[in-house]
DNA sequence: CATGAATGAGTGTTCATTCAT
DNA sequence: GATGAATGAACACTCATTCAT
């Protein structure tokens, strides 16, 4: 029973987890309780949260807070050495962001049909802007028309998704090693923007 | 009380139906014999199946049966006039495939955590060969190296599901229209098959 | 599945059989019916009687008659030998007896809370007048005034009765072997009608 | 709703009271907890008992250990007075005993089919080392050798159970009257032991 | 701030019984 | 006489939530 954290984020920490591995509705109150190191069945999760929904918004807002501050690191590396290695790394770092955002992600797909309305904004929030982006940089470094910029970064980043979604939302087995997905993916996208 | 077809394949219906809107643990028994003509709460659906559960994977197996017979139609247009209209075929069918398995993907991705193996035997048989089988053919027509197809029809499926996930897993809103996309996404395969 | 014994009587013989085995409550009509030969749950069992109670009215009634039949032969070995040889014999012939009924016996144990009348009607039927025939031949062997004999019957018969009651209703490990019981029984009863 | 007990004593309460009346199967939880003063179908009884079986366990267990209290006392009363008196007080005690757990007997021989080793481990308990104590005792006071002494012992105790079997377990009427029942097993008793 | 106890509304499941075929 | 299908009523058990202490 770790007493350090205040007792709301250890809920929030206990019921996230929780709610990935065993489903919002798998999961009750007491058990998230339980986890949190309170009394389980007692009700003081309801100190903390209005209800068991709230909560779950919490955690989703939590995760999508720790998300931003993520997106405003990668700015960093913008620039940095020749084509090749930028969308390398470019690769990189959204596979590790889609780790990190594993666990937000599974607990978003199991509630897309019983809370449309949360999950679509989540999901708006999470993609948010990155296509946008990234089509403006890739319109920059092939010096493409905006309508050619803005599909080809659809067709790419659904790439980069899909290479962590079999395995994170529906538990099938990877079909390729990173390194070769993402070396490919770089070699795909670089004909396409060198004519 | 719609007679005409078996009570049992109304029960499958419905059931579906109502877990890709609600989910497994938000459908309930008497809701599925409800929706299927039958007195709610009064147990008729335990004369076709032994548990929920079981009727569960009936309708996936149904849905799955249904995807074998799909797959079996595909090969037809296969070496269709020029290898752009094959792949922008291809890429049309898959497209409408996923479509008509929007159903089953959502009930897949919302059971993932509370039903493991359920969700993944299924899915390695929606995926089943289609990777490979698409590798071997684009190894044929770019004359590739096995692990090079393998790597470019990873890369180029993943793209193909994605087009579709953000909208019928996360409620997002489409970024791209289909033509649009599959054009772009032709293209690019193009560029990496023709040296 | 044996045709060859009439329906009824073999969905007597299955239900008496489960009911000892789990009871009237936890035996349900459709095992009932397939342990007779019958497809489970479609009724059949109710072309020959009226409900389940009435079906186990009809088994104890069976094995009602089926003991009046053995109590006829009991009186056979009435004067065989000397005093000793006939008690041995009746102490004998009631645990054989008792053995016989075991089935019956459990079922009326653990029915005798929801369906009291007809057990204590059974009941009654089964001890009969066992007390009162043994009583008069105690009264007679022993020269003893009616009161006596009649406590002296009491006193006897239930310490044969138990004899078997702890193993049968109550699963319990026996403390003594019959041959030593039966010989200690008529020990005390000879003492008793010899002064 | 009798609050001055604690809740989960009058669960224990309601329950073996409604057990002995109407068997385990016949009592509904619900029913259980309307006796006990709880809102009768919400499952208060769960916040005290693990299940219906937990409650049933725990209810036999209290009626042993009540039972076990007992037993200590009975020790008093050996050694006082004559032969017959002390075998007389041992009538009585052993049959108010009897008495005392009634109830007990009841669900007990209600329930032996359906949880064989719960009621064989109560009835070892129940019987205890009566017999052997019995035995025990016998040979000392008619100073017999052992197998004799445990033999006389199982006829007199199953005796004695057999006074109310009928009557508690069978709801047969009692053939005889309490005082002539001990005087008769008295006097059958030290017929054995005084030679 | 945490707890023990309670509750209203449901959950999946069982079952004796009926009835048209 | 037997069956497949259906139903009404009940069942043990779960759970989010409330509240006095």
Redesign the interface.
Known sequence: MTTSTPTRDRIIDAAMELF????F??TSVAKIEAAAGLTP?AGGLYHHFRSKEDLLRAGIDRHLARLRALRDIRATFTGVGDLRTELTLTARYALAELDEERELL?I???????R??L??DA??QL?GTS?QDFAAHLADLGNLPP??A???A??????L???R??RD?????P??DDE??V???V??LI??LTP
């Open positions: 990935g591995a065993h489903g509705r798998g069945g599974q978003l797909a199991a509630e897309a049909r019983s449309p309305d999950v679509r999901v708006n993609l296509q309508d050619r803005n599909a080809i659809a067709v790419a980043l659904g790439s998704y899909s290479a979604m079999p939302l529906f538990n099938a087995d079909t390729l070769t997905f070396q490919t993916w070699d795909m004909t396409l």
